[in-house]
């Protein structure tokens, strides 16, 4: 005969340790299955901790559903909304590609350091970039890239 102790009796005692973690949660639809779910492996302060985009919370349940997580697919979706709407990803901040320095051109744009080299010349020769064209002026800079990355350009 096993033991059996409700999810809830166990945040009213404080046994889980969550109770002033669960607290913190914001309020909302897919709060208490959170809580009840994250906390069947982990504490619920790891869920929390992170900042993700929809997909990246769909990706982080549906491994933990491999990992043994029991839920319903209705807990599933509930969760990952939840976890969305609560600890969205950090909005990264835009590159100013006037100021930028050549590591960053490197980074935030995914440039070869040959590339990034070339904007800061292009820029020290031709002044400041006014557009996405004219960025795509620098010689031996691939397009695509630049227009996969345009939306975290700015040109102030």
Not at 130 to 139: A, C, E, Q, R, T
Request: aromatic residues 6%; positive net charge; proline residues 4%.
């Amino acid at each position: 005969m096993g033991f059996r102790i409700s999810y809830r009796t166990l945040i009213l005692t404080g046994l889980l340790g969550a109770a002033p973690v669960f607290g913190q949660f914001p309020d909302g639809p897919g709060k208490e299955e959170t809580a009840r779910l994250c906390s069947q492996c982990h504490e619920l302060e790891r869920a929390s901790s992170l900042r993700q985009d929809m997909a990246g919370w769909q990706d982080t349940v549906a491994k933990m559903s491999s990992l043994g997580m029991k839920a319903t697919d209705a807990e599933v979706q509930a969760v990952t909304a939840y976890l969305a709407k609560a600890f969205p990803a950090e909005t990264i901040p835009k590159l100013n590609v006037n100021k930028a320095a050549q590591i960053d051109l490197e980074s935030a744009l995914s440039l070869r350091r040959s590339q990034a080299a070339a904007v800061i010349e292009y820029r020290k020769e031709h002044g400041d970039f006014k557009s996405l064209d004219d960025l795509k002026k620098v010689p031996g800079i691939d397009a695509a890239k630049i227009d996969a990355k345009k939306d975290r350009l700015t040109f102030q």
